[in-house]
C-alpha cells in the first residue's frame, strides 16, 4: 500500500511555471506507475501525465504535451510534474495517483491509490 501527498499548488499567472510534487509513503514506491490527473469545476477528472516504475517511459493528454514535464526520483519516493507555460485552462486540482503496473504504457494503468490533491489556478 501507498499514502500520497501533493504539494506545489498555488495562484499564478498565464505564461508562469509551477512544480508540483508528490511524497509517497510505503517501501515499494519503485513498484509503482505514477499519474497526474486532474478535475476542474464541473468537469470530470482527466489524465495530466505517467510515469512507468521505472521512469523510462512517460505519457501525456495532448493538451499538456511540450508544456508539462513528469519525473520521477526512487530515492527519494516522489513524482514532480513540472508545469511551464500555464493557461487559465490548466486550472483544476491536481491529483498524484499510484498503479503497480509493468507495462510499456502508465497511462494504461489502473490507478487506484490517490492523493488528497493541490490547486492550481492560473489567472489570465
Known amino acids: 500500500q501507498v499514502q500520497l501527498v501533493e504539494s506545489g499548488g498555488g495562484l499564478v499567472q498565464a505564461g508562469d511555471s509551477l512544480r508540483l510534487s508528490c511524497a509517497a509513503s510505503g517501501r515499494t514506491f519503485s513498484s509503482y506507475a505514477m499519474g497526474w490527473f486532474r478535475r476542474a469545476p464541473g468537469k470530470e477528472r482527466e489524465f495530466v501525465a505517467a510515469?512507468?516504475?521505472?521512469?523510462?517511459?512517460?505519457s501525456y493528454a495532448d493538451s499538456v504535451k511540450g508544456r508539462f514535464t513528469i519525473s520521477r526520483d526512487n530515492a527519494e519516493k516522489t513524482v514532480y510534474l513540472q508545469m511551464n507555460s500555464l493557461k487559465p485552462e490548466d486550472t483544476a486540482v491536481y491529483y498524484c495517483a499510484a498503479a503497480i503496473w509493468y507495462g510499456r504504457n502508465p497511462a494504461l494503468a489502473n490507478y487506484n491509490y490517490w492523493g488528497q490533491g493541490t490547486q492550481v489556478t492560473v489567472s489570465s
Open positions: 510515469i512507468s516504475w521505472s521512469g523510462d517511459s512517460t
